[in-house]
């Protein structure tokens, strides 16, 4: 039985979850019904042709125990169980920015779930902040189709909040006042950096 | 059967391999004997610890097929497959910088063979070096102990002129006279963050 640190089981219920539900919703016509996780790849992979940016998805970390290796065929991995990230999901490289986030979705419709988040992910964050990266989550709404990109400081803030005893989730308004808004489009989908960008030139 | 995308099948010898032979190189008095990734991970534990740089190894890509749910114990994956990676091993963030490099040993005392490095980490490095990210390799000659930091402009330049009919190797004496050897030590054990830092000095 794997455990986090701290203890508790860890029930790796994500990877496995979102194939099922990616497959259920996929439908043909049009990018509804995509995950998120989907729709940033296809972000990612737009910015890597046109060279906009280098951003991969970091592979889920697997501990690998058992390999069998069939003649003539590539190998199988017979038994491996997954292992607790450490970091966020996304990272790569804008001209000469160290881009850094993970992405979320939410069914309500009024506010955002903090235990989406992990420590790992907020800690992880915090001291990329810290060595001056850019980091940030991408927060779908599903029901209401939005998007938004959310500075880690906001994150943060809230975060903060949650462990002095105040709410469990971000309200929409706060989304609204405080983070970007991100339209999707066509080609990029969920064009998160041309975000990053208005925000770095609004700061300076 | 899994193939490279120009059609050569993908034999993933390097994550089992590498853990055979690190079990059967370590002695416990030294660091002799250590593999150069383990004497890497070891370097960036120490660096995050003292918050110095965050960076971290990428998990193995794996293809997960069949993932079984025992009641009350983790997930078992039973049937999962390697994939061609599309990236270098390391990457993270120093100081602002986005930092991105691959471990290479060899036990060659004369030159390093380019055949241990593939297209895709060069393409990989090449676009990071495009969005003005900081990209090198780190290669150990095993048998000399000795240690180089390989900024990406030299090893690209070995690359071209092997392409171009060339020799395919980087002779000692070009690691002695352009890359940056780095001397082991106890903790961090491989200091390539300081090996960078006055590269980047250096440069101004």
Redesign the interface.
């Known amino acids: 039985?794997?455990h986090y640190p701290n203890g508790k089981?860890?029930?790796?219920s994500e990877?496995?979850k979102t194939k099922t539900t990616s497959k259920k919703k996929d439908f043909s016509f049009s990018n509804r019904g995509k995950t998120l996780e989907e729709e940033i790849n296809e972000t990612n992979t737009y910015y890597?042709n046109q060279?906009i940016?280098?951003i991969?998805k970091?592979?889920?970390?697997?501990q690998?125990v058992k390999?069998e290796y069939p003649s003539r065929?590539?190998?199988?991995?017979?038994?491996?169980?997954?292992?607790t990230?450490?970091?966020t999901d996304f990272?790569?490289?804008?001209?000469?920015?160290?881009i850094?986030f993970e992405a979320k979705e939410t069914e309500s419709k009024t506010s955002f779930p903090l235990k989406n988040v992990h420590q790992h992910q907020v800690n992880?964050m915090k001291?990329?902040t810290?060595?001056?990266?850019i980091a940030f989550t991408v927060v779908k709404f599903t029901t209401l189709d939005r998007y938004f990109i959310v500075p880690f400081t906001v994150l943060h803030e809230a975060w903060l909040e949650m462990e002095n005893g105040g709410r469990k989730s971000i309200p929409l308004s706060v989304f609204e006042s405080k983070t970007i808004e991100i339209k999707p489009g066509y080609n990029p989908r969920i064009d998160y950096i041309t975000a990053i960008k208005n925000m770095i030139t609004n700061d300076n």
């Open positions: 039985m794997i089981p860890y029930k790796p990877p496995p890597l060279q940016a280098i991969h970091k592979p889920v970390p697997v690998i390999v065929s590539a190998a199988v991995i017979r038994e491996a169980y997954f292992r990230p450490s970091t990272n790569g490289v804008w001209n000469g920015y160290y850094d992880h001291e990329v810290n060595q001056k990266g």
